[in-house]
């Protein structure tokens, strides 16, 4: 499973990209979790890939 990391603030995202980081379990800054590896979580991480860093394991 992927470990999903944010790195950057989510000051000034839109209401769909705030809902999608609730949606993927990220709460702060430097916070981690894992995701599980399906179509829906890989457009999720997609569409804030500009405040996220993914590993892949």
Do not use: A, F, W
Not at 23 to 50: A, C, N, Y
């Amino acid at each position: 499973m992927p470990k999903v990391t944010q790195i950057k603030s989510k000051n000034g995202s839109t209401q769909r990209q705030l809902d999608t980081l609730r949606s993927l379990g990220l709460r702060r800054i430097g916070h981690t979790v894992e995701v599980k590896d399906t179509p829906q979580s890989r457009g999720m991480l997609h569409r804030v890939r500009h405040l996220i860093t993914v590993q892949e394991d």
